[in-house]
């Protein structure tokens, strides 16, 4: 199927430029890299609410007990400390919910502007049907009679990817990181985000990375923003998401989040990206293209 009406094929297979360090380290592993095993192992949740239902319920019902701006960032989203029984949490809310066809500053124009909460719980969902799980919970949910994203907040985060870029800091488990960094890369060119930046990367203390402010991605594109961007390999469960993404499951699962075109550009880049990825297998085979990540905790239900 080929629904992007994109012209632009890849003649040759995706990423040789910047993976040399990925080439070598897969060079001596095994398709399971044994740090990524590592922590997995290491059980990464201790929280009481470990997965995504009962965080999704906790987000929608909890009692509002603290309300207070978010100390940094552009939007300034609200961090919100939520109470049910015995049990806090905080959770991020943001209510920003802008769209211009055309948006100037400067010399810059960016087409398809869009900076909204909606695309927070987009992100989310599209994350979980794609097996991953490195984009915290978000729910739907007025604050102050408007509508918003809560977004669970991540406790015992190390840093931000800037933080760490900017300490010069080598990554604790790097195989781990290359391939946590690599569907971070497919996930964007998926969403065309337009604000990747490193603060909205966060590391947790057993170096799992979350993806954070997706408010600026899912324009209705049908060309990937940077095809450059794609990693030589994908992670398997990863692809065989993108595979069964449906129009269907999509609206179904972006009702009120997302508008038609702007599904029908998350499928036309699908469609690159899963023909670029079977080029790759067809030209180097599968063991040279796909590594599989182990499930992490609250993705672990939706793969297949
Ligand atoms: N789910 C989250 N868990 C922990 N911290 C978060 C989370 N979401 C946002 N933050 C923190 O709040 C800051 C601002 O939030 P963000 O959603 O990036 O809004 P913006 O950059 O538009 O102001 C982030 O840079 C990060 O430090
Ligand atoms: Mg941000």
């Known amino acids: 199927m080929d629904t992007s009406g994109n012209p632009r094929r890849r003649a040759s297979p995706p990423g040789h430029g910047p993976g040399i360090l990925l080439v070598v380290l897969l060079?001596?592993?095994?398709?399971?890299?044994?740090?990524?095993?590592?922590?997995?192992?290491?059980d990464p949740s201790p929280a009481p609410l470990g997965g995504d239902a009962e965080r999704e319920a906790f987000l929608l019902e909890g009692e509002v007990v603290k309300d207070e701006p978010a100390p940094r960032g552009i939007t300034f989203p609200r961090f919100v400390t939520l109470r049910r029984g015995e049990y806090e949490h905080?959770?991020?809310?943001?209510?920003?919910?802008?769209?211009?066809?055309?948006?100037?500053?400067?010399?810059?124009?960016?087409?398809?502007?869009?900076?909204?909460?909606?695309?927070?719980?987009?992100?989310?969902?599209?994350?979980?049907?794609?097996?991953?799980?490195?984009?915290?919970?978000?729910?739907?949910?007025?604050?102050?009679?408007?509508?918003?994203?809560?977004?669970?907040?991540?406790?015992?985060?190390?840093?931000?990817?800037?933080?760490?870029?900017?300490?010069?800091?080598?990554?604790?488990?790097?195989?781990?990181?290359?391939?946590?960094?690599?569907?971070?890369?497919?996930?964007?060119?998926?969403?065309?985000?337009?604000?990747?930046?490193?603060?909205?990367?966060?590391?947790?203390?057993h170096w799992q990375i979350w993806m954070i402010d997706h408010g600026r991605a899912f324009k209705f594109f049908a060309d990937l923003r940077n095809e450059e961007e794609l990693p030589a390999r994908c992670e398997k469960h990863l692809l065989a998401g993108l595979r069964r993404l449906d129009r269907p499951v999509l609206e179904k699962t972006m009702e009120g989040?997302?508008?038609?075109?702007?599904?029908?550009?998350?499928?036309?880049?699908?469609?690159?990206?899963?023909?670029?990825?079977?080029?790759?297998?067809?030209?180097?085979?599968?063991?040279?293209?796909?590594?599989?990540?182990?499930?992490?905790?609250?993705?672990t239900a939706e793969r297949h």
């Open 257 to 299: 989040l997302l508008e038609d075109r702007q599904i029908d550009g998350l499928l036309a880049r699908r469609d690159t990206i899963v023909r670029i990825y079977d080029d790759a297998i067809a030209a180097r085979g599968e063991s040279a293209v796909l590594y599989e990540v182990p499930p992490r905790l609250v993705s």
């Open 90 to 205: 905080r959770a991020v809310v943001q209510t920003r919910d802008e769209y211009r066809s055309r948006f100037t500053t400067g010399s810059r124009t960016e087409l398809d502007f869009r900076d909204s909460w909606r695309h927070n719980v987009a992100a989310y969902r599209l994350d979980r049907l794609l097996g991953q799980g490195l984009v915290p919970v978000a729910v739907v949910r007025e604050y102050r009679r408007k509508p918003a994203a809560w977004s669970w907040f991540v406790d015992n985060l190390l840093m931000s990817d800037r933080e760490r870029f900017e300490q010069e800091m080598p990554p604790a488990k790097p195989l781990a990181w290359i391939c946590q960094r690599d569907v971070v890369r497919v996930f964007d060119q998926l969403i065309y985000n337009f604000d990747r930046t490193r603060e909205n990367l966060l590391i947790d203390e």
């Open 27 to 42: 060079a001596t592993a095994t398709a399971w890299p044994a740090d990524a095993r590592a922590a997995a192992q290491e």
